[in-house]
Structure formats: C-alpha cells, structure tokens
C-alpha cells in the first residue's frame, strides 16, 4: 500500500523543471544579446591600443633617429623610404692658435692630420664622446664639394678620426683629434664640425614586403654614394632590423626649398590579422644649419 506524500515533502514534476530550463536559457540569450555589444568593443579597443602601441613606438624611434640627422644628409629617393647620415655629437673647432701659439686650428689651406676641439672629449656623455674610426664633417650643404655622400674625388668634406687626446696646460680644457689627412673644402661659418658614429655612418628607414625594416651601417664609404636605392638586403654588411609587421607607409621629405630647416613627414598603417587597420601621421623638423 502506498504511502500518502506529505506537502512539506513535494518536489517538482518533469514539466516544470522543463519550463525552468526554457525560461532559463531565454533570459541567458537576453542577456548575451546586451553582453556583446560591451565585450565586442573591449576587445576591439584591446586590438586598436595594441595596434597604435607598436604604431607609435616605431613611429617615436624614426622620429629619434631622424633629429640626430646630419645637416643636410636626408633623402628621399622614393615615398618607401627615407635615408640619412647620423650624428652623435659636435663641437667647435680652433681656427687661430692662442696669445701663446699653442693650440692646433683646423688648416683649410692644405691638408691637415688633426685639430683641437674647444672642450673636453671626457665631460661628454659616454654614447657622445668622439672615438677613433668616427668621421669628423665640416659644413656639409649637401651639394657637389660639400656632400658628406660623397666619398671618392676632389673636395672631400669627411675625415676618420685616428686619435683623441685631452690638452695640457694652458690648453687643459680643449681635445686634440687626428684625423687622416683631408683638405676640408669649405670652413663653417660658425667653426662647427659634426661627428658621424664610427659603427653606423648611415640609416634608413623603408617599407618593404609588408613590413618597416631599420637598415643601418652601409658598406662606407664604398657603397655610401648607391645608398638610393633603399634596398632590404644587406649588401656590404651592415644590419637591418624589423620596426612592424603588416605595415605600409609614406614618407615625404621638405627640404630643398628651406635655407636651415626640414620638415619629415612619416605616415604609417598597421593592419592586425583580423584587418584591424590604424594609422599614425608624424612630422619631425630637421636642422639643416651646417
């Protein structure tokens, strides 16, 4: 004989806990619909910053790199790319010996093997301080006698450095550096002379198979001249290092019609895998003061 169910001890029929499963997974679908919307954004927003990262930190490095440029050294052969001499430091040079007929100027008149730089070498901060196989330029204008490209001829405006050594005595605060033999053409109309760093004498930046490369330190002075080009392989040595994947850009330079400034525009397009696209629009002045 069955025992009656009491009605603190009913549970619930088949039917009900169906309705349960429907009405359940009917308010889930409610609420997926207003959920996606907020996820779908965030995630878009978390590829977007991804993007605009890697974007903005290429776009600062060329920015870096192209303010260090030698005074009239950039070219833009075509809108792939941008090219240019680096510098890591200046100075003034001596152009008379003092009250005593010490120091050493720099000789425009005949080749000359050194001359002493107003200033200590050692105050300069380590990545600046001149070194042995640096090259020394002098009033670079970037035209035919006074073009740091050019490497082979008559009115050479670049010399190695062959040594460097800190004055005595009354010439106690200035450097003396030796420089392979050269007649500068021209002198600076304010003694200046620029120093190109010795382990990377010219850098470009060029978009190429989808992606923007850093090639640097050319075979120079040999290949220096050919430099146009702004090919990807690594010809004569050097190096060439990936700035961003899937990436397009344009680079526009604005310099022959200005006496002492340039103006670099750069824009760059990354693209992730899922065709997120953003794109960076940069200008970077250049001092053109020889």
Same mark, same amino acid.
């Given at each position: 004989m069955l025992k009656p169910i009491a009605a603190s001890e009913s549970g619930f029929?088949?039917? /009900?806990?169906?309705m349960v499963m429907v009405i359940i997974g009917i308010v889930s679908a409610m609420v997926a619909v207003f959920m996606r919307a907020p996820i779908d954004a965030y995630f878009d927003t978390a590829r977007r910053a991804a993007l605009t990262d890697t974007a903005d930190t290429a776009v600062r490095r060329m920015a870096r790199d192209? *303010?260090?440029a030698l005074p009239n050294s950039v070219r833009n052969p $075509?809108?792939?790319c941008i090219e240019f001499i680096p510098t890591k430091t200046g100075g003034r040079y001596r152009t008379a010996a003092d009250s005593s007929g010490g120091g050493d100027p720099l000789d425009f008149a005949a080749a000359d093997t050194g001359f002493n730089m107003l200033g200590l070498n050692s105050a300069l901060p380590a990545n600046q301080q001149i070194s042995i196989d640096d090259m020394i330029v002098v009033y670079n204008l970037g035209i035919p006698g006074s073009d740091a490209y050019i490497s082979t001829g008559g009115n050479i405006n670049t010399a190695a450095v062959t040594s460097v050594a800190s004055g005595t005595g009354t010439l106690a $605060? /200035? &450097?003396?550096? #030796?420089?392979?033999? *050269?007649k500068f053409p021209l002198p600076s109309g304010s003694n200046r002379f620029h120093v190109i760093p010795g382990n990377e004498k010219i850098v470009s930046f060029l978009c190429s198979g989808g992606h923007l490369w850093r090639k640097a330190n050319y075979t120079y002075p040999t290949s220096i001249a050919d430099a146009t080009a702004c090919s990807t392989s +690594?010809? #004569?040595?050097? &190096? +060439? !290092?990936m700035l961003a994947? $899937? !990436?397009?850009? &344009?680079?526009v330079y604005n310099g022959s019609d200005l006496q002492r400034n340039g103006l670099v525009q750069m824009t760059l397009s990354l693209t992730d895998a899922s065709g997120e696209t953003v794109r960076l629009y940069h200008e970077v002045h250049v001092d053109n003061s020889p």
């Open positions: 029929t088949l039917v /009900e806990m169906v192209i *303010r260090k $075509n809108d792939q $605060n /200035e &450097t003396h550096i #030796g420089i392979a033999a *050269r +690594i010809a #004569g040595g050097g &190096t +060439i !290092a994947k $899937n !990436a397009s850009c &344009t680079f």
